[in-house]
């Protein structure tokens, strides 16, 4: 296991001095009610535990871990996002954003990472750096990179780093708060509601997998990166919903069913009250029909 303090961090990469930060973060405070004024962008700040924030920017969310030494934040979620928040914790707390821990390469959540760049030293999974240069992602470069395990320590507060396999993404990692009881898994854990679309950028049946190492981690509250807050409980039951989609779809693939007549045939009632069942339902099966028969050989 890796561990990280600030002082190995810096030591790692080169920060910037910033003897002007008081009157950038004043001036990213202005910019920010500009912005929100001008598009009406629903963002908000609320405290989930002792120390740890959820943000809120539109139907996007990540958190941050307030320390005495500095801050800890998440995914950036876009540029105008990022510099908001950034005043908002310099005028909240009076600290710097130290560390910036990106969950994945996503656009839409990892966008904005260099707004933080200057005071901030920038985690991601060793898979994520490699993308966020390919697809030229809006966002800083990773300064540091990790396989499995990676412990932050900031101000005598800690945030454990996990690699829990290939899910809705090939570098997805989660993010443990011991002391808070809380840990923050984007887009691969949908509180009370089936998966996105049709899989895009996801590896099945890997994902349960994944599923299974969280449900084995100990924690309380769980974060989503969208919607509601949730807990073990909903993590398992993602998984069961995952675990009952594939055997379905590999039925009927195996049955020699087209992917119109699964999605007419697979119904998985007891899900029917979650979020976006009508909707993504036909798309959930037509994905993991795809990957099933992309990874799979009739005879
Ligand atoms: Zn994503």
């Known amino acids: ?39 009406e962008v629903k963002r908000a700040i609320t405290e989930i535990a002792p120390n740890l924030y959820r943000f809120q920017n539109n139907f996007h969310y990540s958190v941050f871990l307030v320390t005495d030494d500095g801050v800890i934040a998440t995914d950036p979620i876009n540029a105008d996002a990022a510099t908001w928040l950034e005043a908002e914790i310099k005028s909240r707390f009076n600290q710097e954003i130290k560390y910036l821990v990106l969950s994945h390469d996503h656009a839409d959540h990892s966008s904005g990472g260099e707004v933080w760049a200057d005071t901030a030293v920038v985690v991601a999974h060793a898979n994520a750096k490699p993308v966020i240069a390919g697809e030229k992602r ?17 101000g005598g507060q800690t945030v454990e780093l996990r690699y829990v396999g ?5 570098n997805m990692i989660v993010m443990n708060f011991p002391a808070q009881r809380a840990l923050f898994a984007v887009d691969f854990i949908p509180v009370g509601g089936v998966a996105f679309r049709d899989f895009p950028d996801a590896y099945l049946p890997d994902w349960n997998e994944s599923l299974r190492r969280v449900e084995a981690m100990d924690f309380d509250i769980l974060v ?5 807050l949730g807990d073990k409980a909903s993590v398992t039951a993602f998984r069961e919903y995952m675990d009952d989609l594939w055997t379905e779809v590999v039925a009927a693939v195996r049955a020699g069913k087209s992917v119109e007549q699964a999605q007419a045939d697979i119904k998985l009632p007891k899900y029917e009250k979650w979020f976006r069942y009508e909707e993504f339902l036909p798309l959930n099966i037509a994905g993991a029909y795809r990957q099933f028969s992309a990874h799979s050989r009739r005879n």
């Not at 990179?145 to 900031?154: G, N």
């Open 1 to 39: 296991m890796k561990r990280l303090s600030l002082t190995a961090a810096l030591a790692a990469v080169s920060l910037l001095s910033t003897p002007a930060l008081a009157q950038q973060a004043d001036t990213h405070n202005h910019a920010g009610e500009a912005q929100l004024a001008q598009t």
């Open 138 to 154: 809006p966002t800083a470069m990773p300064n540091i990179t990790f396989e499995d395990a990676l412990d932050i320590e900031l």
């Open 166 to 170: 290939r899910n809705h993404s090939d």
């Open 224 to 228: 989503p990166g969208h919607g509601r």
